[in-house]
């Protein structure tokens, strides 16, 4: 479970306070996943990285009760100096997880051969995408964050690999996940919400919530 209880939280752009939340309760339950819908730059990469514990909010709290995982494409928790070897048997055993487990998982789905035994530092955008995602899939979580704006690979194969994993991940698991399009959602939630005013407005629906995202789209 993740829960807000009266979560404020803001920036200062410069010129005046944006506003993303403003004293929000809602509540996330396994077994329910949840579409967020929010227009660019209402801060859907903010909400989420807050359910993961990265940022805090400057008001309110936030329970986790589930093994949450890190945003997909959060880049944070690898050292660039150190090889793909050293980073996935470092992540392992922060989870108590079997080192040998995760970096032969993460070396068989990145595929990237000798380069997974060189400096994360010295990789593409796409293959650090690879291992990211890779590094994600092998440690197992209750409730998987999906951030749309979050980097992605283009390569096909992998795509079609980690996908089917990821299939298998969430008939077990629940997923939250942000978007500016419904059409995103569709694929993995059946209840939504829309962010709107520093509120969280939750629905049973994803048709609900869109009825009232397009509205104000078009208001």
């Known amino acids: ?4 209880e009266n979560v404020s939280k803001s920036f200062w752009t410069g010129k005046s306070r944006k506003v993303i939340l403003d004293r929000a309760s809602f509540k996330v339950t396994l077994g329910n996943s ?28 936030i329970r986790r009760t589930s093994r949450i995982s890190f945003p997909l494409g959060f880049m944070g928790g690898v ?9 996935a048997r470092y992540i392992a055993r922060l989870y108590s997880l079997d080192p040998d487990y995760v970096e032969s998982f993460c070396r068989w789905l990145c595929d990237i051969q000798e380069y997974f035994d060189q400096p994360l530092g010295t990789y593409s955008s796409g293959m650090r995408s690879r291992f990211n995602f890779a590094l ?8 998987y964050l999906i951030d749309e704006g979050m980097p992605s690979t283009t390569d096909v194969a992998f795509n ?18 942000v978007s500016h399009q419904a059409k995103t959602l569709e694929k993995f939630c059946r209840s939504a919400a829309v962010l709107k005013n520093g509120q969280l407005y939750m629905f049973e629906t994803l048709q609900e919530a869109k ?5 104000e789209a078009h208001d």
């Not at 479970?1 to 807000?4: A, H, P, Q, R, T």
């Not at 050292?79 to 980073?87: P, Q």
């Open 1 to 4: 479970m993740i829960e807000f």
């Open 34 to 61: 949840v579409g967020i819908l929010a227009k660019n730059g209402t801060g859907k990469t903010t909400i989420i990285n807050m359910m993961a514990g990265l940022e805090k909010p400057d008001e309110g709290v």
């Open 79 to 87: 050292v660039a100096k150190h090889t793909a070897t050293e980073n």
């Open 136 to 143: 994600m899939l092998a440690l197992e979580f209750d409730i």
């Open 160 to 177: 079609k690999k980690a996908g089917m994993i990821l299939r298998q991940r969430l008939q077990n698991a629940t997923v939250i996940i």
């Open 211 to 215: 009825t009232l995202y397009d509205y």
